[in-house]
């Protein structure tokens, strides 16, 4: 095993599709690179309805997951087994199975067993605003952060194996600046789809606030490649939709990933051990020059 391990924590297949050039660019150095996926997206959108029903829809996309993987040079792949919750207001987040209504504390637990394990110096997940709001996009939020911290506390979980404290937590963002970009295209061009009843600006992370800056331009065949089967059968409309944005107006969505790095301000962490929510602050401390680099910013 390499001595540089890095682990995204996301909530459905497709997901990883948030710092999928980044596992490409991070792999073939040398590191080794895990991803954790809390459902099997049982309730997505089916694009071919001769490829996948809504009663094998999970199974399916667990299979693309793990091409996807393959197609990434992730070797370590684990799946939490809730789930899918739905999108926000639908009936599907009220089935007891749903990843939002499973126990704080065991998903932590989960989340604590892997990083203990695995023993990553860098974790990337979504940030707050759960890309778009999507109730398991902040549910793993709010969880990878709690078991960030928890992992390391000694006294928690003790069962679970030594404490390890983990170097780095990333959160998955959309600059601003390319977030206007895309929804001045759409206003432009009447554009319908997936994304046009949403509020650009409230996607968006303010430019200043990102940590680092990936390009993976040359990742950019073998990313298609894990996102093929997707396409033609069960990958998320908005993918599908997106397809259709110019290429020149998507570049800093498709060649860039940027992600902020988490910062304690204090000495002390506030963990509610209800919720998992931790008492924090965003900030970014990379010096410019390490802006391109997970391992080595500050």
């Known amino acids: 095993m390499s001595t540089k391990r890095l682990l995204g924590v996301y909530a459905h297949p497709d997901d990883e599709g948030m710092m999928g050039g980044a596992l490409l660019q991070y792999s073939t150095s040398g590191v080794d690179t895990g991803l954790v996926c809390a459902t099997r997206g049982e309730v997505g959108e089916i694009a071919d309805p001769a490829l996948a029903t809504r009663d094998n ?11 996807a993987a393959e197609a990434l040079d992730v070797r370590n792949l684990w799946f939490l087994d809730y789930r899918d919750s ?5 009936a599907e987040n009220a089935d007891p199975r749903a990843f939002v209504q499973a126990s704080a504390a065991e998903v932590v637990g989960k989340l604590v067993r892997i990083m203990r394990e695995f023993r990553p ?10 890309a778009y709001g999507h109730p398991d996009h902040i ?12 992992a390391a506390d000694a006294a928690q979980y ?11 937590l990333y959160y998955s963002a959309f600059p ?6 895309i929804g001045e295209w759409m206003r432009t061009q009447n554009y319908e789809g997936s994304f046009s009843g949403i509020d650009p600006e409230k996607l ?6 990102i940590s680092v800056r990936l390009n993976v331009e040359e990742w950019r065949e073998r990313k298609d490649r894990s996102l093929i089967s997707r396409v033609k059968t069960t990958f998320s409309r908005a993918f599908i939709d997106g397809c259709i944005i110019p290429f020149s107006t998507s570049t800093n969505f498709y060649l860039y ?8 301000n204090s000495g002390v962490i506030i963990v509610d051990r209800e919720t998992w929510e931790c008492a924090y602050v965003f900030k970014s401390t990379c010096e410019e020059a390490y802006r391109n680099s997970f391992f080595l910013c500050a």
């Open 86 to 90: 739905g999108m926000a207001g639908t």
């Open 139 to 150: 549910a793993i939020y709010r969880y990878t952060t709690g078991a960030f911290h928890a």
């Open 121 to 130: 110096q860098v974790i990337v997940t979504f940030d707050e605003s759960g």
């Open 57 to 67: 829809l999970g199974e399916v996309r667990e299979g693309e997951m793990r091409a």
């Open 176 to 181: 601003l600046s390319a977030v206007r970009a």
């Open 158 to 168: 003790p069962e679970l194996g030594p404490a390890y404290s983990v170097s780095k």
């Open 257 to 264: 990933q940027r992600l902020r790095r988490l910062v304690i």
């Open 204 to 209: 968006g992370v303010p430019d200043e606030l």
